[in-house]
Every structure is written in C-alpha cells, then in structure tokens.
C-alpha cells in the first residue's frame, strides 16, 4: 500500500543565533569582553580538528575531481573497502557537490589511545551542480598525527532520516532528464523499466509542484529486501510500499519495497510518491490531522484521471464506512498496525474527498488550498474560506457525502 514518511530535518541555527557568532580573532563587540582563551586540551583538540577538517577537504576534491587514489589516501588500509564502495556509490550518483565540516570538536576514543572521534556534516548534490545541498551528519574516527589518518566513517543512523543508500550498500544507477533511480546490485536489470516508469511519473508530479516549485531531480531508490529494512532506518510499517522522506535542502528521497510491489502498481506507486517530492515542504506537513489531504493528493496523481470505478480501493472504502470510522477526514491517518484493508480504505477516503475538492474548485484552487493547508499551515477551515470561498465544516460534509454517494 502507499504511505509517506515524511521526517524533518533540522539544520542550522535559529536567526537570533546566527546574527550573533563571532568569527575567531574578531574583536570583541562594544561593551563585551573578550572570550576566555582556550585552556591546553581544548586547544589542542581545536587544533587536531583543524588538521582532520584540512583532510577531508582534499578527500572532498578528490572525489568530486572522480580521483579515487586521492580519497583513499587520506584513510588507513582498513578504512578502504568501505570508502571504495561508499566513492563508487557517490560517483555512479554522479555527485556535483560534496562538502565535510567539522561538528563540534574531536573526544578521544575511550581505551583505544591515539584515536579521535569527530562528528562531520557532509553535504551533497548529485546531478545538478547548482542544488540546494541535502546535510548528513556522521561519526568519524581517526588516529593522531600531524596529518591524521582517517580510520573508519560510520553509517550515518540520525533519529531523523537515518542511514542514506550510498553510505552501506552498492550502488547500480540510471539518470533521467527529470528522475536519477539507483538499486543495488542484485537488481540493476530492473533499471531501464524504473528509470522509463520514473521519467513518465515525474512529469505528473511536476504538475502538483506548489508555486511550480519543481525538485531539480527526483531521487528514487529501489530497495531489495535487506535494504528495506536498513536504509533510512528501516521500521516501516507492515502495509508501505514506498515512501517519501525528507533529506533537507529542499529535497526528498523516494524508497520503493521491490517486495512489496503489487504486479502493475509501480506507476500509480511512482506517480504517488514523486508527488509527494514535488508538494510537500521541506519541513514535514502539519500532522494526522491532514494525512487526509497529504495523502488524497498524491492517490489523485496516482490515479492520473481514470475514471473513478477504476480505483483499486472503492470496495476497501465500503467496508471503512460500513464501520470502523467515525466520518470525520481528519481521524482517517492509519495506525503502524492497522489491517492492510483499513489502510487501503483510508487512502480511498482521502482520494474521493480530493477528487470532490478538484471537480468543485478545479486543480489549480485546490492546489493553492493544499499550500495554505500544508505549506502555510493555515487551519483547514480558515484555508478552506479564504481559497475557496466556503466554510470548511459544509465542505467537509459534501466531500464525506460524495465518498458515501461514489461505493453506495
């Protein structure tokens, strides 16, 4: 079944924050004193991390300049199966930006002497040169020198996205004029079929972009079995068949179950989720209670306008209303749990309500009402006066009405 994962992000700092930092060996702002100088540890440790920091710079040339040498070389030989497989992986995703920066300073390895670990913040782009770039943090581990040597870059695992593809697995890639799919290796002759189903999807999906915001690629994965489980965290629930996550800059990446396709469902599936990537905000939308809205729209592009009595869900609707929902579209979300026929029956809830919305107000309000909704987060009634003229609790009832009118 379709779901979307949509997890936030959060880089940076607040404004406030920001306005304030002081660049080391400014002087001091009117009326402060000057800070503290570092006492000997931190010191030197501020120093080891400008030395580790200097390292993955010259790794960063190397790999964006295609020199795998040159981004071996700053690593120990036990660090270098796994950066080959990570520098193949990055390369076959044709990697324009690639940036590391240190996060905070390198802490000693607890019993393990000579050994530091530093939190780095890589960000990347792939295929377009000039894209807003996707931040990962990730723990790496050196050995002390003048110039050190870099012993391992751990899989990223943050609470918010968890581990990327390309940092534990092979990598087989195909690149579109509007779509960049990548498999492993295991599958790579599902390729040509998923880049072609993925370019057709994409133009749909770049109609539901709020503000014609398109994304510069959309970033699809294909997992096999063992990947479903580990990239972004694995932990989906039962009933997903792909999903959509943000990754920051601006960007989401789609993750396709290869298991839990259904013969023929991989369209509507790539239409659905690259919907998502095209109208969701970076930050995640407003919660449970718009799943329906979230989720209506991209079940709408999914369907890509075949008539109603095509939709897959309609006997699933029926047997939601008959019981088991209270009628109300903001109680539809599923549980992690729920049973796959009250999955199916929410999603064909919120299809029929969105298509109701879409043949009462046309595509383009109904689109401007999704961006108040879930981009402004502006409450759904508020929304529902201001962009399409009428107060929401009316609507609401007419959408429930035609859902009820549509499966008899």
Same mark, same amino acid.
């Given at each position: ?14 404004a406030?924050?920001?306005a304030?930092l ?13 800070a ?6 931190t ?5 080891l991390g ?9 790794q ?7 020199d795998?040498a040159?981004?071996?070389?700053? @690593?120990e ?7 080959r ?20 300073l390198?802490?000693p390895?607890e ?17 377009t040169?000039d ?11 050196w ?8 012993? @391992? ?15 534990v697995?092979e990598?087989?890639?195909a ?10 290796a @295991?599958?790579r002759?599902?390729l040509?079929?998923?880049l072609?189903?993925?370019?057709a ?5 770049d ?13 699809i994965f294909y997992a &096999? ?12 629930p ?9 990754? &920051? ?8 179950n ?5 013969? &023929? ?17 970076e930050r995640g ?11 209506g ?5 999914g ?7 095509r939709y897959a ?6 047997r939601?209303?008959?019981?088991g929902?209270?009628?109300?579209l903001?109680?539809l ?19 029929l309500?969105?298509?109701h ?5 046309g ?12 981009h ?15 107060p929401?609790?009316?609507l ?7 859902v ?5």
């Amino acid at each position: 079944m379709l779901a979307v994962v949509v997890l936030v992000l959060a880089c940076g700092l607040p404004a406030a924050l920001v306005a304030g930092l002081v660049r080391a060996g400014d002087p001091p702002a009117p009326g402060t004193s000057a800070a503290p100088a570092d006492d000997p540890a931190t010191a030197a440790a501020r120093r080891l991390g400008e030395r580790m920091t200097a390292e993955l710079a010259r790794q960063s040339a190397a790999l964006l300049g295609g020199d795998r040498a040159g981004f071996l070389a700053v @690593a120990e030989p036990v660090a270098h199966p796994d950066l080959r497989r990570r520098y193949a992986a990055l390369r076959a995703l044709r990697v324009t930006a690639w940036q590391a920066d240190a996060n905070g300073l390198p802490t000693p390895v607890e019993g393990r002497p000579g050994e530091w670990r530093l939190l780095v913040e890589f960000r990347y782009c792939f295929v377009t040169p000039d894209c807003r770039t996707s931040p990962v943090l990730t723990g790496t581990r050196w050995r002390e020198g003048e110039r050190p040597r870099l012993l @391992a870059v751990e899989p990223s695992r943050s609470a918010e996205t968890g581990t990327r593809p390309w940092e534990v697995s092979e990598l087989a890639v195909a690149v579109g004029r509007r779509t960049l799919v990548a498999t492993t290796a @295991a599958l790579r002759k599902e390729l040509p079929g998923l880049l072609a189903q993925a370019e057709a999807a994409a133009r749909v999906a770049d109609t539901y972009a709020v503000d014609g915001r398109t994304p510069d690629r959309y970033r699809i994965f294909y997992a &096999g079995r063992g990947e479903w489980q580990r990239w972004y965290g694995g932990g989906r629930p039962k009933w997903t068949g792909g999903y959509a996550v943000t990754v &920051g800059g601006g960007h989401h990446e789609v993750v396709l179950n290869a298991d839990g396709l259904v013969a &023929g469902g991989v369209d509507d599936l790539l239409r659905h989720e690259l919907t998502h990537a095209a109208s969701l905000p970076e930050r995640g939308y407003p919660g449970k209670g718009t799943w329906w809205l979230v989720e209506g729209l991209a079940e709408y592009a999914g369907a890509d306008g075949e008539p109603i009595d095509r939709y897959a869900g309609l006997d699933e609707v029926r047997r939601l209303l008959g019981g088991g929902w209270d009628g109300r579209l903001d109680s539809l979300s599923p549980a992690d749990d729920a049973p796959a026929d009250r999955v199916s029956g929410s999603y064909g809830v919120s299809y029929l309500a969105v298509r109701h919305l879409v043949d009462r107000f046309g595509p383009e309000r109904l689109l401007a009402f999704f961006a108040a909704v879930v981009h402004e987060r502006t409450p759904v009634d508020k929304a529902a006066e201001r962009v399409l003229g009428e107060p929401w609790s009316a609507l609401h009832d007419e959408c429930v009405g035609y859902v009820r009118a549509v499966v008899g």
